[in-house]
């Protein structure tokens, strides 16, 4: 069973930044693609950035946050970070991290963005 832990939310104004960590309880987080979703109120969970496995490192994001998102790892610590910077209030969400071909999400961390 592999788990995984958010941290990392809050509140900040239109503008600002948050850093969201997502830790693993093994190894597994360091070696496999993964990714962050977010799901705001009253609407269904949606992609946001995924980093693909050790070899590549590969980032990809959704439009709504390319060039203000970054997703990043950290392999000798087991985490996956979201670097948000430029938060809107359209930002607003529940964040989850997920091992992508894998049931293993984190319980998320609420980001809440005021204008």
């Known amino acids: 069973q592999v788990r995984l832990m958010e941290s990392g939310g809050g509140l900040v104004q239109a503008g600002g930044s948050l850093r969201l960590s997502c830790v693993g309880s093994?190894?597994?987080?360091?070696?496999?693609?993964v990714g962050w979703y977010r799901q705001a109120p009253g609407k269904q969970r949606e992609w946001v950035a995924s980093?693909?496995?050790?070899?590549?490192?590969?980032?990809t994001y959704a439009d709504a946050v390319k060039g203000r998102f970054t997703i990043s790892r950290d392999n000798a610590e087991n985490t996956v970070y979201l670097q948000m910077n430029s938060l809107k209030p359209e930002d607003t969400a529940d964040y989850y991290c997920?091992?992508?071909?894998?049931?293993?999400w984190g319980q998320g961390t609420r980001v809440t963005v005021s204008s």
């Open positions: 093994r190894l597994f987080l360091s070696i496999k693609a």
């Open positions: 980093i693909t496995d050790i070899n590549r490192a590969d980032c």
């Open positions: 997920h091992i992508l071909d894998t049931n293993y």
